[in-house]
């Protein structure tokens, strides 16, 4: 299982948002660089980053910091935010991502979203951000009434490589995962299964991990590392 700590930047700083809310903010101290090099220095290197400036103004706006994560030896980073073009991925990745995430474009484009696998092969993931299992696009202020395991039935042969799926109720809360959401989704699909939003404990992840749920790869751990309530260096022994 692959654990992805995340880094959510915000006027170049790390933060994170209670629910997506950018009105429940919460700033950290230390910088986008060194909380990427604490990271790895305890064992955990891939990296989980998502440009919130990006994501508002549909463009990246801190390319230099992820710029500079992307050249810390070892570490490999999906980046996400605001992307809706091809070029727009060229440069992230030409920036030192690994991957690179697409959300409400590729949502609102399946024509798009198959372009982008077919161009960049093995390098696209397909961000699933859902409210009781319907899709929400822009930041997460336009609900939908799609749901997430329709969506994926058809886009499972396009070539996406991986699919975070978020329970936007559980970001930034602490509450616990929604395994049982994950778990239908990755019922309709083989394409690899990231879990995020709601993380509180170690034991959360060691459940995950313990449970051989189909597809899933991995889990993403915001707000509950940077509070204190997981250590890293316990998290990077269950690798």
Known sequence: MIIFPAIDIK???C???LKGDFNKITQYEKSPVDQAKEFLALGLNNIHIVDLDGALDNRTINENIIKEISLIHKIKIQVGGGIRSLEHIKKLLDAGANKVILGTAAIESIEFLKNACQKFQNKIILSLDARKGYIALNGWKKQTTILASDFVKKINNIGVSRIIYTDIDRDGTKL???????LNLSKVTK????ISGGISSLADVISIKKSKFPNIEGVIIGRAIYDGNIKVKE?????
């Open 235 to 239: 998290l990077s022994e269950l690798i």
């Open 191 to 194: 394409i690899p299964i990231v």
């Open 15 to 17: 933060v994170r948002l």
């Open 176 to 182: 616990g995962p929604n395994i049982k959401e994950t």
């Open 11 to 13: 006027g170049g700083k």
